[in-house]
């Protein structure tokens, strides 16, 4: 548990990160721009995970090991408009095969809770994330410390607290800098979101405006 000075210091993390990417934010005219900062974040996130490792830090997780990503995954607007943007691009028949996976995945998400969601993620590709890149920073921050913890059902996951406050403080602040420069930004079931905001191209731009254009996160 965290002590009221810990805190502080954390409200004060989150909220210096939230003035230094509104002023970025400001300056940002058009959608792209402003889905594209969310590169910071990610970039932030990817250096503390870092940090951990070269202070000597042993994670379990390597390439091919997929076990957390059944779990439910909420992603924010500008992370979910990267990946369509990302899958956009890629050749017929792949975007088509994503596609069909993300409705099959949608259908099924929609009727589980974060409690119940053990369904791989539908970008998932022979146990690799297809849009590794730019996944969300949820996914950036989770980690284990003890792989046979990974393969236990229900076991509980040990992680590196450091990590997870860090990143935590890195969210919130931006997360809050989008709000406070008028985009919403809440979590969304990552699937579903994304299969929305590839059947609509109006999304992105109304989102730009102002506009909320995802359903309540759930």
């Excluded at 910071?40 to 997929?66: F, K, M, P, T, Y």
């Excluded at 406050?165 to 699937?191: D, K, M, S, W």
Aim: net charge positive; proline share 4%.
């Amino acid at each position: 548990m965290l002590s009221d000075t810990e805190r502080r210091e954390i409200q004060q993390a989150s909220a210096a990160v939230q003035r230094l990417a509104a002023l970025h934010l400001q300056r940002a005219r058009s959608p792209q721009s402003v889905i594209a900062f969310i590169g910071n974040l990610h970039r932030g996130v990817d250096q503390v995970v870092q940090q951990a490792q070269q202070a000597g830090q042993a994670l379990a997780c390597e390439s091919g090991c997929s076990g957390c990503c059944s779990a439910r995954v909420y992603a924010s607007e500008p992370e979910i408009f990267q990946i369509a943007a990302t899958l956009k691009t890629r050749p017929s028949a792949q975007f088509q095969a994503v596609l069909g996976r993300l409705q099959t995945h949608a259908a099924l998400a929609a009727h589980l809770s974060t409690a119940t969601h053990r369904s791989p993620c539908p970008l998932l590709e022979n146990h690799l994330c297809s849009v590794y890149a730019v996944r969300p920073a949820v996914c950036r921050k989770a980690h284990s410390l003890d792989l046979a913890a990974c393969l236990r059902p229900g076991a509980a996951i040990p992680q590196n607290l450091n990590i997870l406050l860090q990143a935590e403080t890195l969210i919130a602040g931006t997360a809050a800098a989008y709000q406070q420069t008028g985009r919403a930004v809440r979590g969304h079931e990552l699937g579903q979101a994304v299969l929305l905001a590839l059947n609509d191209a109006s999304l992105l731009s109304r989102w730009h405006a102002g506009e909320t254009v995802f359903p309540t996160a759930g």
